[in-house]
């Protein structure tokens, strides 16, 4: 349904065609860019914030820099102020003028846009929230050797872009390759097992790695037996390379099924092994001609002390690259077959000090896409471990809140013979506790891993945004007399006007496209979650005042059980981007 709102000038970067806040905002900036001549609407349109406790839209006056007193800028704006579709009051506080929207129109205008967007979205897929801003570019993001706390991100960056209309192409980026093979080689015909590593690769190979690293430490021929294997698979020596092959083959196979769990896919899997020894070379040469490169003890060094990021080794005396090397051997093979506008680094912020210097090295080497690559790192997730403090595998973490979840849900007896999949639905719920409690917070933070957090449905969990979602959805089975509903253009929206729920709630869907057009800017995920709990607490506010079941008026919960609808839509896209698949029993 298009909009009703009488039409404003367009405002470069703005699109109330997939954002109606944008029209809100641009009636604001018309109406302060009228009053204060020389000011035009695209700068007066820069100064409109969100408001705080209450308070719909804001503007800071003495942003604008414009002669006189905020006071006398204020009084040009509301004088001869009459109410609009757009707005219905202005209120002078200091420095800021405070506006309130139009509360009809603003009900009615974000429910319509959601609805369209969702079920007659010219793609044919639900797009509310998302946007063209990368409309023709291509994004590489390299996610590399894959451990717990990054596979939650994995997806939701892929989402992120994908939403704002880029092409991705998400490599997982496996640290197959290195001296630690030499070590696992070493150690495999002392401890390996055919059974054990057909069972799962990945637990057995770190298996043998922990022991012969044990070893190691009290043994100094461990070490350089392992350099040497090492050193006769990178000469491409075939019976040093077979198991290897082998093991590389049953890892990836097992981390295909673990992502596909998590709801993460990867267009790629490649790996340190693939980046050809030709882009390794070409890298060393380029750095030898430039005159960054010196020797020690035979070990190939480069100096970057002047730019405060001390000295990076390259090739060891013994002639074995190192993943420095293949690093940069590895970004130019991309550079060649992806041509990408932007390529971004997955990297725990223990590598920051390495990705500098990487990054630094291709910008001395003159390559003119050097400026396009990205580090997004993260920090550490602290204590994490089965709950009988074993070391910790994400398939471990996965069957253990599966299980836990599956015997609450038993707790309910009618609600469980309701479930067609009760272990799915458990571990969904589960893998959502895991999730949202990795990207609540800030993903530079460190964060303590907490079971009893993490499973609980009480405050802001995992377990209590698949309820929300799940409660949002009954809404149609609880209902059926009101199902369908018509066509919103026949739905009388006036009656929630009086509801200071349904306005809260109307509002916060409003902002929904703003929250992904920040995430893009931050790649945080924790804003994408924030939102999704304040839509879930504003939903249970409202429950007991604005019911459906039970109220007489037909047009009115008609109203009310579109407004639960679209709230619904819009959870669920905010789950999808994070990677989380909304649930609808439980």
């Not at 054990?196 to 022991?211: G, N, Q, R, S, W």
Request: charged share 25%.
């Amino acid at each position: 349904m298009v909009s009703s709102l009488p039409s404003l000038p367009s405002v470069l970067g703005t699109d109330p065609s997939s954002c109606i806040l944008d029209a809100f905002r641009t009636a604001i900036a018309k109406r302060v860019s009228d009053a204060l001549p020389p000011l035009t609407i695209e700068q007066a349109y820069t100064g409109v914030d969100y408001g705080k406790k209450g308070v719909d839209f804001t503007v800071a006056l003495p942003r604008f820099r414009l002669p006189g007193k905020p006071d006398e800028l204020a009084k040009k704006v509301i004088t001869d102020f009459q109410p609009d579709d757009f707005v219905s009051s202005i209120t002078h506080d200091r420095q800021f003028l405070h506006f309130q929207l139009n509360t009809a129109s603003l009900i009615r205008e974000v429910l319509n846009q959601i609805h369209t967007l969702t079920y007659d979205s010219p793609t044919g897929k639900p797009s509310y929230g998302t946007n063209t801003s990368g409309a023709g570019k291509k994004l590489v993001i390299e996610y590399s050797s894959p451990n717990i706390a990054k596979s939650f991100h994995c997806a939701f960056l892929d989402n992120l872009y994908k939403a704002c209309g880029w092409e991705v192409i998400s490599l997982n980026y496996l640290g197959d390759w290195g001296t630690q093979f030499g070590m696992i080689t070493t150690g495999f015909e002392k401890y390996g097992s055919q059974e054990e590593l057909e069972k799962d690769a990945i637990k057995h190979l770190y298996d043998v790695y922990v022991k012969v690293s044990k070893d190691a430490d009290s043994d100094p021929n461990v070490k350089v037996e392992a350099a040497k294997w090492f050193k006769r698979m990178e000469d491409g020596d075939e019976s040093a390379l077979a198991n290897w092959r082998v093991w590389r083959e049953m890892s990836v196979k097992k981390y295909i099924e673990e992502y596909e769990r998590l709801n993460v896919s990867f267009k790629v899997y490649t790996g340190e092994s693939e980046v050809g020894k030709e882009w390794q070379d070409r890298a060393l040469e380029r750095l030898e001609e430039m005159g960054l490169i010196s020797d020690a003890d035979g070990a190939k060094l480069v100096d970057l002390e002047k730019w405060k990021l001390g000295k990076a080794v390259l090739r060891k005396a013994n002639g074995t690259s190192i993943y420095l090397t293949r690093d940069l051997g590895g970004a130019i093979e991309r550079w060649e077959k992806y041509h990408f506008d932007k390529m971004i680094y997955v990297v725990a912020s223990q590598q920051d000090l390495h990705l500098s210097q990487f990054f630094k090295m291709l910008s001395l080497m003159e390559f003119p896409w050097a400026d396009r690559l990205e580090h997004v790192n993260y920090g550490l997730v602290l204590g994490m471990s089965t709950r009988k403090g074993t070391a910790v595998f994400l398939d471990q973490i996965i069957r253990e809140a599966s299980s836990v979840m599956h015997e609450q849900m038993k707790r309910n007896e009618v609600k469980y013979n309701n479930i067609e999949d009760p272990e799915m639905v458990a571990r969904e719920v589960g893998i959502t506790g895991i999730k949202i409690q990795d990207m609540a917070a800030k993903r530079i933070n460190n964060y303590t891993f907490n079971w009893d957090r993490m499973l609980s449905f009480e405050g802001d969990t995992g377990p209590y945004l698949q309820y929300a979602h799940v409660r949002l959805t009954s809404m149609e089975r609880k209902n059926p007399e009101l199902i369908p509903l018509p066509p919103p253009s026949q739905i009388d929206t006036s009656s929630l006007t009086s509801s200071q729920h349904a306005r809260d709630i109307a509002i916060l869907l409003g902002s929904y496209p703003d929250v992904v057009k920040t995430a893009l800017k931050t790649h945080e995920p924790s804003g994408v979650v924030t939102f999704a709990f304040r839509l879930a607490h504003a939903i249970s506010s409202a429950w007991e005042t604005l019911i459906v079941k039970g109220e007489e008026d037909v047009e009115k919960a008609r109203a009310r059980l579109w407004l639960y609808l679209c709230a619904r839509d819009v959870l669920g896209a905010a789950m999808r981007l994070l990677s989380i698949r909304p649930l609808e029993r439980m």
